[in-house]
């Protein structure tokens, strides 16, 4: 009996553990924007509790200041956390870079793929519609030359 005890917590805890990166659930995933020696963090996401317009309790105002200013474009402002209702509609994230002409160049978008959902597809698209990326497959984007850039991140919706 206590075997069995001890298996059933242990296969509530494993399941706990896992719980966050499935599609249909809450998740937050971040991303590292670096032009040479600047660096930006952002995170983006969903949750079931936010909502589409700027939330105190899961969205984070942006501070713009010095040569790398990357954010999330929202019509209530910039943000560097943007965390949007969970659900199987298609969200779109967009991400606005700046750079200073002392450190314009290479920009590199870096994540963790393991921090994205399962079983739905998130894309970051470049605004100049060349470029798409499956960011489940690759955990870069580099951009060369440019001072202002618009990414677009789109989440296809969740499976419930």
Do not use: C
């Amino acid at each position: 009996m206590r075997k069995t005890i001890i298996a059933i917590a242990a296969m509530f805890m494993l399941l706990a553990s896992f719980s966050g990166a499935f599609a249909g659930e809450n998740w937050e995933a971040w991303l590292t924007v670096r032009s040479g020696n600047a660096e930006n963090r952002l995170a983006f996401g969903r949750h079931a509790e936010a909502t589409d317009f700027q939330d105190s309790r899961f969205d984070i105002p942006a501070l713009l200041a010095g040569d790398l200013r990357a954010y999330f474009y929202h019509e209530d402002g910039a943000l560097w956390r943007d965390i949007r209702k969970a659900g199987p509609e298609t969200t779109s994230w967009i991400l606005k870079i700046s750079v200073l002409p002392s450190t314009a160049g290479q920009v590199v978008i870096t994540w963790d793929p393991e921090e994205l959902p399962h079983g739905t597809e998130l894309e970051l698209i470049d605004s100049d519609g060349e470029n798409q990326v499956n960011m489940t497959y690759t955990n870069h984007y580099e951009i060369w030359g440019s001072r202002d850039k618009r990414i677009i991140i789109q989440n296809r919706g969740q499976e419930n």
